[in-house]
Every structure is written in C-alpha cells, then in structure tokens.
C-alpha cells in the first residue's frame, strides 16, 4: 500500500502498518465488487433515461412477505430522540459529544471537505476522545469533554462507495474511500468503543440498492472475523436518500439485519437523487424551487411514512431528517421564526412514528429532545408503533409532479448564490458550512446546480418575472450574486474562482456530472 499524501504531525498513530495492511486486505477483497455495483448503477439510469421507471422488485417479494426482524438495539444505541450531526474536526468532536444529543453522526461524508488533513486528522480525533486525550482551544475558550456517560454516542458515516481516497494506492489502484475511512476507524476504534460498552457503529450513505447494503453486510462479517469481535457487534443505519432505495427499504434491512441499526430519512439527497434519476424524462419529474419543497408533498410523506412502516415492521429505527438552522445570537425575530418551524417538523415526525430526528446545531438538541420526549416520554422509542395503516405504492413515491410550489427569480438566485458560497467553502476544506442561518452541506449544492441544470433544459418560464432559464440567463445571475460576495468581508478570490467553474461545468454542461464531489476533489491536492 502506498501513501501518496504528506504525512502531517501525528498522521503515523493512525497510518499504521497494521492497520493500512488491514485496509489494503479490506479493498483487495471488496474492490471488484464495489466496481461492478457501479456499473450496475450506470445500467439502471441508463434504463430511466430511456423510458423506465422504479417499482418495487419483484424477485424479492419473498423478503418484504417473509417473517424476520433485524438484531436488537446495540448498547448506546436503545434511545436515538436526538442526533447531531457534524464534521470530524477537534471543535466540532468535542460539541457534538458534549451537546446532550443521545448520538453524534460523526461525518467523513456530506459535512466533511475530503481534503487529506481533514480525513486523517478526523480518525485521530475519534480515537483521541475515546481515550479522553482530547481538548481544544480558541479566542480564549477551552473545550475539554464531559463524564463519559453524558457523552453522545459515536456513530460514524464514511465517504459512499462511488468515491475514492486518492491518496491512498493498493497494487496501484485507489482505495475505496468507504473502505478507507471505515477500516481505520474500525481498526483504531472498535475495541476502544466496545471497553466503553458500546461498540463501532456506522451510517451508511448512498446506498442505491439492497446488493450494495449486502456488500456493506460482507465487509462488517469480514472485519469483525480479521480482528476477533464477536459477530454482529457492528451496527449500521442506512440513510434513504436515493430514489432507488426507497423502493428497496425492507431489503436493505434484511441484507444487514444480524448488524442493523434502522434507516433515516436523508430527505435533500433524496431531492437531488429525484432529480437526478428522472431529469431527462421533462417536467413529470420538475421540482419547483428547493425552498417550496417542503416534507408534507406528498412523493416526500409517502417515503417517509413507508420509511417508518418498514423500520418498525422488522424491529428496526426509524430516525428524520436535519433540522439545520442555525440559531442566530443577533437576531431574535429570525430565531422565533425559525424555531418554530423546527418545532413543527419535530412535532410532525415524533407523531409519525419517527424514533429520533437530526439536529445541525447544538442549540437545537433541547427542542428536537422536548418534542420527541413529549412523545417518547421515559420509553427509549417507539418501535411498538407499527404504523399498520400505512399503504405506500410505488405510484404514491414517484407522484413528484404533485408537488406544490413555484420556481422564480429568487429561487434561481438563492441556488447560485448557495452553491457558490457552499462550493468555495468546500474546496478551502469546511464541509459543513452556515450560509443564511442554515447549516449546508454538499447535498445543497447538489440539489442547487441539479435544480438549475433541469430547469435549462426543460425551458422553465420563471413565475414571477416570465423569463426563461437559459445558460445564458444563469452565468448572468453568477457574474451578479459573485459581484455581491466579493463585497463582503473575508472574500477569496482564488476559491471563488474555483467553485465559479466548478459550478459552471456541473449546472451548465449538456452532460450531467453524476455528483459534483467527484470533479471537485479532482480539483483538490
């Protein structure tokens, strides 16, 4: 195995012999398989795009029919009413753990800026709270952990299966970034977790199939096998944000059920995969702004209402979606708004049958736990609520074209200007960045240029000013929402100019990139 990236201060505790040789064993066996589920992909879109559509599968109705239940919830993972999610940066490990929050979605993902010093630097940091090493400080303010048992449990989410870590070569081939950022946390971490009585559990991103949650399954068998932990020790939850998988739930849950740990409601990637699955098939599959769609469309209430249907139905949890406002200390008329609508969401979810729900902040754990307790009150979840009346079809997930809402002027502003903002963060190396009192991460900028490329080419008339989205309309709206970045204070020039052609190439190029993280880490050293 070679390591191609600098080797930074301390980066030998977690680049280990030992533990890149149980990398390099995770990859040459796992590899090929990943590849060709990939491929796999590809065939499937190529189906959509030619006139195809989703359904549930017919060769598995033997599951969704069949009696089974997924394993019981692990230590540390009984009561989930509240998860933060957030980067793995010092700061950030250190709130998260302290927030109050039952979990922490520990994220090398979506909310992390994949450059080398983050992702490695982001392993060092999970094994240094584990043995209680770590601590921080800034502008005068020291952060140092609570006692272990008001900490959040540690839950990490690993890069997807369609990206690489370049800077790491096996046999002269990428690693999976998947079985990079697993494998070394499970190496360093998964004996640390289990003396502390819980044990190394995961989020699962991505995912577009149950066969890719089988490959996931085989990896843990193996892992657990390699380093002589008991079977079944790991626990994953699966976040449903692709379209395809919303029609595989129940199977996705039986692939890993000796190591599940229930699904999520990953609700803006599953918008940015609606668009993405569907955008050559004109407006039957148009959403309006990102804004107008909100969780009562009815595409969205029946996914997240099977979602909970299914959890329950195998013993599984079933936890919403981000609450990602960020609560503004100046302004007190935009907070009462804001939280307000948090309550509301929370509300909507603890009484669907929801076991848990996200938060982006820590200001928000006290709201999202007052709602769920109301509910919840001293039970750990509500897993006994099974939800029977539910009766999702396959019509009822794909009846996007039911969805209310317009797309305007300001809609399309509010796309470029995020994106931009969120993409000029990213390549400086934040992930998870506050724009507009909202917490975004690289789904908002997936579902902001995916929106615009689809309004382009389905000729969208604008509803309040009658203009048609065109190429040319929006790099004029660029050139102007840039001109007003460049105004503020703290404006690099050189990132802007970056995450402007980044943008550009993904929103406005006839080929549609299948996710923009994968020409924007080209970019990345």
Same mark, same amino acid.
């Given at each position: 195995m070679e390591i191609t990236g600098p080797m930074l201060e301390r980066f030998e505790e977690i680049l280990t012999p030992e533990a890149l040789a149980f990398v390099a064993g995770l990859h040459r066996k796992f590899d090929a398989r990943r590849l060709e589920l990939l491929e796999a992909r590809q065939a499937r879109q190529a189906e959509l795009s030619a006139g195809g559509t989703l359904d549930f599968l017919p060769e598995t109705k033997a599951v969704r029919e069949g009696e089974w239940r997924v394993a019981p919830p692990a230590p540390g993972l009984e009561d989930r009413r509240v998860e933060i999610t957030g980067p793995v940066d010092r700061k950030m490990t250190i709130n998260a753990l302290n927030s109050g929050a039952k979990v922490w979605l520990a994220d090398f993902e979506d909310a992390n800026s994949p450059l080398w010093e983050n992702c490695v630097s982001g392993q060092l940091n999970l094994r240094e709270a584990l043995d209680r090493a770590i601590d921080f400080e800034t502008g005068g303010k020291s952060y140092t952990l609570k006692p272990d048992a008001e900490l959040a449990t540690i839950v990490v989410r690993p890069r997807g299966w369609h990206l690489n870590e370049k800077h790491a070569l096996v046999d002269g081939r990428q690693v999976s970034a998947s079985l990079f950022d697993f494998g070394l946390y499970f190496f360093h971490c998964a004996a640390r977790q289990i003396a502390k009585g819980k044990g190394p559990y995961f989020y699962l991103p991505k995912m577009e199939s149950h066969l890719e949650a089988r490959l996931w399954n085989d990896v843990f068998v193996h892992a657990q096998e390699e380093l002589g932990i008991d079977h079944g020790t790991i626990r994953a939850t699966v976040l449903i944000e692709t379209y395809p998988a919303a029609f595989e739930m129940e199977e996705i849950l039986y692939e890993l059920r000796d190591h599940s740990a229930g699904l999520n409601a990953g609700r803006w990637d599953y918008l940015f995969s609606v668009i993405k699955k569907f955008r050559t098939r004109g407006r039957e599959f148009l959403l309006?702004?990102?804004?107008?769609?909100?969780? =009562?469309?009815?595409?969205?209430?029946?996914? =997240?209402?099977?979602?909970?249907?299914?959890?329950?139905? @195998? /013993?599984?949890?079933?936890?919403?979606?981000?609450?990602?406002?960020?609560?503004?200390? @100046?302004? +007190?008329?935009?907070?009462?708004?804001?939280?307000?609508?948090?309550?509301?969401?929370?509300?909507?979810?603890?009484?669907?049958?929801?076991?848990?729900?996200?938060?982006?902040?820590?200001?928000?754990?006290?709201?999202? /736990?007052?709602?769920?307790?109301?509910?919840?009150?001293?039970?750990?979840?509500?897993?006994?609520?099974?939800?029977?009346?539910?009766?999702?079809?396959?019509?009822?997930?794909?009846? !996007?074209?039911? =969805? +209310?809402?317009?797309?305007?002027?300001?809609?399309?502003?509010?796309?470029?200007? !995020?994106?931009? @903002?969120?993409?000029?963060?990213?390549?400086?190396?934040?992930?998870?960045?506050?724009?507009?009192?909202?917490?975004?991460?690289?789904?908002?900028?997936?579902?902001? @240029?995916?929106?615009?490329?689809?309004?382009?080419?389905?000729?969208?008339?604008?509803?309040?000013?009658?203009?048609?989205?065109?190429?040319?309309? !929006?790099?004029?709206?660029?050139?102007?929402?840039?001109?007003?970045?460049?105004?503020?204070?703290?404006?690099?020039?050189?990132?802007?100019?970056?995450?402007?052609?980044?943008?550009?190439?993904?929103?406005?190029?006839?080929d549609f990139a299948e996710f923009l993280t994968l020409p924007a880490y080209a970019r990345m050293p």
């Open positions: 309006p702004e990102r804004n107008a769609v909100t969780m =009562t469309a009815p595409f969205m209430r029946a996914y =997240t209402e099977l979602l909970v249907r299914s959890c329950h139905k @195998r /013993g599984a949890h079933a936890i919403g979606g981000m609450a990602a406002f960020i609560p503004s200390r @100046r302004d +007190p008329e935009v907070n009462a708004v804001a939280l307000e609508k948090v309550r509301a969401d929370k509300t909507r979810e603890s009484g669907d049958g929801f076991d848990g729900s996200w938060v982006a902040h820590p200001d928000l754990v006290p709201i999202c /736990g007052e709602v769920f307790t109301s509910v919840l009150g001293q039970r750990p979840n509500q897993l006994d609520r099974l939800r029977e009346d539910v009766d999702v079809s396959a019509a009822d997930l794909l009846a !996007v074209s039911a =969805t +209310p809402g317009d797309i305007t002027e300001n809609g399309l502003r509010n796309n470029v200007d !995020v994106a931009l @903002r969120y993409l000029a963060a990213w390549m400086g190396g934040l992930g998870a960045v506050a724009i507009h009192n909202l917490m975004e991460d690289a789904a908002t900028a997936e579902i902001s @240029r995916s929106q615009i490329w689809q309004w382009i080419h389905n000729g969208i008339e604008l509803a309040d000013t009658g203009a048609v989205v065109t190429k040319e309309l !929006v790099e004029q709206i660029i050139a102007e929402e840039l001109a007003k970045i460049a105004a503020e204070p703290g404006y690099d020039e050189a990132l802007y100019a970056q995450a402007e052609a980044l943008f550009k190439e993904v929103a406005l190029d006839d």
